[in-house]
């Protein structure tokens, strides 16, 4: 570790002290307050007595620090020297009784119980029957120990078991997906210009022949039908036939008005001004 170092001569005669170097020699900064060095702790300096507390071991309650007094000096749980662990307990008590009397409270009722139990073991046993053993005084002790001891192990394993939130997170991604696709709705206008279309190649192709001819809307229907099985879309245009003259393109698309007023087919399309598509609304066995 490098010290600062300072000047060790004064300035000479004559010369200015400069503002930031103070007329020390030989002495080190132990402490700098506004940029300024200090070569001396100050004289009017307070420190509160709880300014800084530091706890080595915590506790979660006497049991705990019962157990900790004895596991750390090997001592066999079933046959505990009260005299040692009694006053090592009621030093810690003290400590903690100088700094917070409310959490002393349940540490100093333990610390009665084990006087208790070492003055029960320096009277004389009480007389029971031949063949039986004299009881323990340390037997509650013990066995409450036994049980906190067993729950604290379980409860440092399930706490070493990854947990939700704490050692991992569950991503969570929203994925809007649908069974069926749905497409737009064709309006009535897009269905006229379709159709005012269809009408206008089939002025270019008809025929001057002037004949009487009875045409059937459910025959059409029928057919309309035949031609969209086994097919995913038919295009709206190609359900048409401008050879067959102006009657048949309106026959046919009165069938195909009818067929989507009974639900039978849809019309449908992907997106405005895009073509227009005819499927069959349901699927034949």
Same mark, same amino acid.
């Given at each position: ?30 402490? @700098?307050?506004?940029?300024?060095? #200090? ?10 007595? $709880?300014? &800084? ?17 004895? @596991? ?5 749980? #079933? ?29 100093? &009722? ?18 029971? !029957? ?22 604290? &192990?379980?409860?440092?394993? &399930? ?19 649908? #069974?069926?696709? @749905?497409?737009? $709705?064709?309006?009535? $206008? ?5 159709? @005012? ?43 048409? $036939? ?6 048949? #393109?309106?026959?046919?698309?009165? !069938? ?30």
């Amino acid at each position: 570790m490098t010290l600062p170092s300072y000047p060790t001569e004064l300035p000479a005669a004559g010369q200015d002290t400069p503002a930031s170097m103070p007329v020390v020699v030989d002495h080190v900064a132990v402490a @700098r307050l506004y940029g300024e060095p #200090l070569f001396s702790m100050p004289t009017d300096l307070y420190i509160p007595p $709880d300014a &800084l507390e530091v706890f080595l071991e915590a506790f979660e309650g006497p049991l705990d620090l019962l157990l900790y007094l004895i @596991r750390k000096q090997n001592f066999n749980i #079933l046959d505990i020297p009260m005299a040692g662990v009694t006053r090592q307990y009621l030093a810690y008590v003290d400590e903690i009784r100088q700094r917070n009397l409310e959490l002393a409270a349940e540490y100093l &009722l333990m610390a009665a119980m084990l006087i208790e139990i070492k003055s029960r073991m320096l009277l004389p046993p009480k007389k029971v !029957a031949e063949g039986e053993e004299a009881e323990d005084p340390r037997a509650e002790l013990v066995r409450r120990l036994l049980e906190y001891e067993q729950m604290k &192990l379980a409860s440092m394993q &399930l706490n070493a078991v990854p947990q939700y939130g704490r050692d991992f997170l569950q991503a969570e991604v929203y994925i809007e997906q649908s #069974l069926q696709p @749905r497409f737009p $709705d064709v309006s009535m $206008d897009e269905l006229q210009t379709a159709w @005012r279309d269809i009408l206008k190649r089939a002025n270019l192709v008809q025929h001057h022949k002037i004949s009487r001819e009875e045409l059937s809307v459910r025959e059409h229907m029928s057919i309309v039908l035949k031609h969209l099985q086994g097919r995913k879309f038919v295009e709206f245009e190609h359900l048409f $036939d401008p050879t067959l003259g102006v009657p048949v #393109l309106v026959v046919t698309f009165i !069938a195909l008005l009818e067929l989507a007023k009974e639900t039978l087919i849809e019309i449908t399309q992907a997106e405005a001004f895009a073509p227009i598509y005819v499927r069959l609304a349901y699927t034949p066995n």
